[in-house]
């Protein structure tokens, strides 16, 4: 049974930086695409991130191009979503996403598993 647990989510400021993190149990992380949704308040959940299972590959949306980040570290069995110059319209519950064959899944939102969310708020 594959699990994803999400972490790091808080209360910040405009300009400011955040991690989350997400680590997986079960076997094989290596083999998973990773990513990351997100959704506010009275809106649709959407893409935000996916890496694929070197790391070697990312994907952003362009809401969120060139102040987030997105690495893994598959000796923790964890994913990283740095987010820095954090906006108003940043906040949302940020879920973590997992699938057992290809990026453009979890690109879609077809992926095979999801996390329980983390929130986050920026203040302006």
């Known amino acids: 049974q594959v699990q994803l647990v999400e972490s790091g989510g808080g209360l910040v400021q405009a300009g400011d930086s955040l991690r989350l993190s997400c680590t997986v149990s079960?076997?094989?992380?290596?083999?998973?695409?990773m990513g990351w949704f997100r959704q506010a308040p009275g809106k649709e959940r959407e893409f935000v991130a996916v890496?694929?299972?070197?790391?070697?590959?990312?994907s952003y949306a362009d809401s969120v191009k060139g102040r987030f980040t997105l690495s893994r570290e598959d000796a923790k069995n964890t994913v990283y979503l740095q987010m820095g110059s954090l906006k108003p319209e940043d906040t949302a519950v940020y879920y973590c996403?997992?699938?057992?064959?290809?990026?453009?899944?979890?690109?879609?939102?077809?992926?095979?598993?999801w996390g329980q969310g983390t929130q986050v708020t920026v203040s302006s």
């Open positions: 996403a997992a699938d057992l064959s290809h990026v453009s899944r979890i690109v879609s939102g077809l992926n095979d598993y």
């Open positions: 079960g076997p094989m992380f290596s083999l998973y695409p």
């Open positions: 890496i694929s299972r070197s790391g070697d590959s990312t």
